[in-house]
């Protein structure tokens, strides 16, 4: 059975929402904040989320804007507000859809069972993930080349990126700042190597929290560097 999250601050929409919904045989979830329904939506297995704009503790555009940073569900942004700027923005920040209220309850089973059968083909077709690398708090993107620490994007240079990758992917493993070089720079190290230390530095500046006492990338004094797992 699939399950749906609403996120809906005013009780007797949501209430109206879910049994309709539930008469198409979804499984329904409701939150009645933004805060604990993005909590909700980032924790559950949910196979679409309908969005209300205006909500206590964080509105739509921010719990929207999390849910697209960590997960790639259908999300269907609900609101009274008419404004093409707001619908603007609700797509802009990875809403699927936009719906204004006031709408038929079967306007939007039909909608959500749309948007569902859109996704079981996209995912279906064999369409190919992102290559991901996910260590605790830090995904690397390699498909599109970006990097998130706890959901928020860091921008990384082409070497930056390439080096913590490479050590990413060879994790409890030391290297040389020799063999760093040869490996990112495809060159020989002679008198260069200091570049390795810069770039190491850059990238720890982006990607820990306490620089001075790194949770990733550790140092192997006289040696060289170890990415930690």
């Given at each position: 059975m699939s399950k749906i999250l609403i996120v809906e601050d005013e009780?007797?929409?949501?209430?109206?929402?879910?049994?309709?919904?539930?008469?198409?045989?979804f499984e329904v979830?409701?939150?009645?904040?933004?805060?604990?329904?993005?909590?909700?939506?980032?924790?559950?297995?949910?196979?679409?989320?309908?969005?209300?704009?205006?909500?206590?503790?964080?509105d739509g555009f921010e719990v929207c804007r999390h849910i697209r940073e960590k997960k790639d569900v259908p999300v269907l942004?609900?609101?009274a507000k008419k404004d093409d700027i707001d619908k603007i923005r609700?797509?802009?920040?990875?809403?699927?859809?936009?719906?204004?209220?006031?709408?038929?309850?079967?306007?939007?089973?039909?909608r959500v069972k749309a948007h569902m059968a859109r996704y079981s083909r996209l995912v279906g077709s064999g369409q190919k993930q992102n290559d991901?690398?996910?260590?605790?708090?830090?995904?690397?993107?390699?498909?599109?080349r970006r990097v998130y620490v706890d959901g928020v994007e860091k921008n990384f240079t082409t070497k930056e990126f390439?080096?913590?990758?490479?050590?990413?992917?060879?994790?409890?493993?030391?290297?040389?700042?020799?063999?760093l070089f040869r490996k990112i720079w495809?060159?020989?190290?002679?008198?260069?190597?200091?570049?390795?230390?810069v770039h190491i530095k850059k990238i720890r500046e982006k990607i820990e929290f306490d620089t001075s006492n790194p949770q990733y990338i550790e140092t192997i004094w006289g040696v060289g560097y170890r990415f930690k797992v």
């Open positions: 009780e007797a929409i949501a209430d109206l929402e879910k049994d309709y919904l539930e008469l198409s045989d979830t409701i939150e009645n904040r933004g805060d604990t329904g993005l909590q909700t939506a980032l924790s559950g297995d949910f196979d679409l989320v309908i969005l209300d704009l205006m909500l206590p503790g964080m942004m609900v609101s609700g797509l802009g920040l990875g809403a699927d859809d936009y719906i204004t209220k006031p709408f038929s309850p079967s306007e939007l089973v039909a991901m690398v996910e260590i605790r708090g830090l995904k690397i993107d390699k498909t599109a390439d080096l913590l990758t490479f050590l990413a992917e060879n994790p409890n493993h030391v290297f040389t700042k020799e063999e495809n060159m020989d190290s002679i008198g260069d190597i200091a570049t390795v230390t």
